[in-house]
């Protein structure tokens, strides 16, 4: 499958999602969530976060919401052109690419329409909570995660070329 179409059905399937939730469950206000349990350590429940990852800047009165998005607009030109310009062969890094790309545009959407990002997934254990994330917040990590994979997997063989 052609990166730009994975590119493109991340940013789908995200908007699709964060609408969905959005229908499905109210939003979640100074501690009253309505949730949907999935598992013992997972459950949805709708978040808007105003911030940044982990809800950084969440707070800041505003002016994040135009920082964040000519932030995440820059770092999309920049991901899109890397991506156009990489050779076929370095499927990795293609793969991890488009993820981060797709996600970014997902979010990237979403803060410039709303001014907040839908969440929605959280993961928990007793009383401790990871941040609610969302499909693009999925596909940026897990970009992020093929992104270091490839660049190790790139200095060993550039070591084993030098030490022939």
């Known amino acids: 499958m052609h990166y730009w179409t994975v590119t493109a059905l991340i940013v789908a399937l995200d ?32 978040l808007h976060n105003e911030g940044a990852a982990f809800s950084f800047l969440d707070d800041a009165g505003g002016w994040q919401r135009w920082f964040l998005v000519a932030v995440s607009s820059v770092v999309s030109a920049f991901i899109s052109g890397w991506l156009w310009r990489v050779h076929r062969a370095q499927a990795l890094l293609s793969w991890a690419l488009c993820l981060i790309l797709g996600g970014a545009i997902g979010n990237l959407i979403d803060r410039a329409a709303q001014g907040y990002v839908v969440d929605f997934l959280v993961f928990y254990y007793d009383v401790y909570y990871f941040p609610a994330f969302n499909v693009a917040d999925a596909a940026i990590s897990t970009g992020a995660v093929l992104l270091i994979l490839d660049m190790i997997i790139q200095y060993r063989k550039e070591r084993l070329e030098a030490n022939g």
């Not at 999602?17 to 709708?46: A, N």
């Open 15 to 46: 908007q699709w999602s964060k609408s969905y939730m959005s229908e499905l469950l109210q939003l979640c206000v100074r501690g009253r969530c309505e949730s949907i349990d999935v598992l013992p350590i997972f459950k949805l429940t709708l």
